[in-house]
């Protein structure tokens, strides 16, 4: 029923912004009480929350990124995007986007989706 599709570049250059979309569909991502969330995963690593807006709009972010990271998001479309500036090599993983009543999440489920590969390399 709920389909999260994320969308963006697979290779990008240190010191240059990502952005990737997730796109939402069988659900809004204005239902109430829901957060929209990207997490990521390093290789070797394990699942690290990035960031979330829940659904008037409001930001969460981890503090280890705070200053790097931002979320938007195109209520028309149904999407959200993160934004991640000046990346280096280290931000290289696989980045997934969620939808769920919890804000922080570290355990995949149904409703994640299945996620992007990201490299930052050159």
């Known amino acids: 029923q709920v389909q999260l599709q994320e969308s963006g570049p697979g290779l990008v250059k240190p010191s240059q912004t990502l952005s990737l979309t997730c796109t939402v569909s069988?659900?809004?991502?204005?239902?109430?009480?829901?957060?929209m969330t990207w997490i990521r995963q390093r290789p070797g690593k394990g699942f690290e929350w990035l960031g979330s807006i829940n659904y008037v709009g409001r930001l969460y972010y981890t503090p280890s990124l705070e200053s790097r990271i931002s979320i938007s998001r195109d209520t028309l479309k149904n999407q959200f995007t993160l934004h991640l500036s000046a990346v280096i090599p280290e931000d290289t993983a696989r980045y997934y986007c969620a939808r769920d009543t919890r804000m922080v999440l570290t355990t995949p489920d149904e409703y994640w989706g299945q996620g992007i590969q990201v490299t930052v390399s050159s």
């Open positions: 069988g659900a809004s991502i204005t239902t109430i009480n829901y957060y």
